[in-house]
């Protein structure tokens, strides 16, 4: 008799059917399907090939990725497949979507977040466990359970991530957890993909956990803070204006020591700046373009006064953090 709690699948390959049987062969009646397809391939096709293979009642949910890893393969990939699927009687998954995101981002957080509550069946072993553990706690450890974790997934390409997550925060207020990343593409124009028991694009996919079971979350990153940097004069969203009352480009040529600004110098050189919440950490600000008036674009909001650190790393540093 198999007395797992949790069982867990995972694939890897070119092919998204291979990736799926893989995954199958721990968990054969999943009840969720993560999945990130690189954005080179067929998405289409390899949801089809996924759902083909995991049943038409499995959640599947996930998106579009530009480098894949997993702990089958010894790095990187590229022009994969990879899936992680789970199976348990003590959780519940609701999956919901939210469209439109770009133009509308604050309606796509609460479509999403809704329809991922209201897709959330109630399961008997979930409330067994939390009444057992309710039971045994204090008012005040009781006003500190999370009893959803909701892990989010919006279109990389929409530059409304900020503004979807906020939204998301209303819509959840303080008691679940919020974890995930934006779908992606390589470096051009093109419109990334979100899954969620379908295929979208300018869309958002949330998928809502419910357990009596513990589950931990956490956040990290390679970098440290290296001692060069300017404040933030003058921004727009994600457009730096203006550094240290210059023109953004002359300061960050500057610091990064280069005549010209590419993006494979942004992505060798990302910036930091120290978050205010209690970890005290630096969250990474990657620049993205530059334009002709002598800004810059970044990948997430810059704000006004903030400190914008350049960031190191190295081999040694990379391990420590994610220790």
Known sequence: MDMAIVRVGLGHATEATTAANQAMEKTPKPDLVICFVNFSLDIHQAYADIRAVVGEKAPIVGGSAWGEFSSLVDGPQTDTVVIL???????????????NLTAQPEQAARDAIRNAYSNLLSNPAVMSLMAIALDSKGANEVSRIKPCINMVLPDGTSAQEEAFLRSLILETGTVSQIIGGSTATGLGDSKSYQICNGVYQDAA??????????????????????NKGAVVTKSDGRRVISLNGKPATEVLKKLLE??????????????????SDVFAEYTIKSAQQVHDDGSVSFYAEIPKGAFLREMKTDADTAKKRFK
Do not use: C, R, W
């Not at 996919?205 to 290296?226: C, D, N, Q, R, W």
């Not at 060798?268 to 700046?273: C, D, H, K």
């Open 85 to 99: 699927t789970l199976q348990s009687s003590y959780f519940s998954v609701g999956l919901g979507i939210g469209e």
């Open 205 to 226: 996919a949330v998928a809502s956990f419910s357990s009596g079971l513990k589950i931990g979350t956490a956040m990290g990153h390679p970098y440290i803070p290296a």
């Open 258 to 275: 280069s005549d010209e600004l590419t993006p494979e110098l942004f992505i060798q050189n990302p910036f930091g700046i120290k978050s």
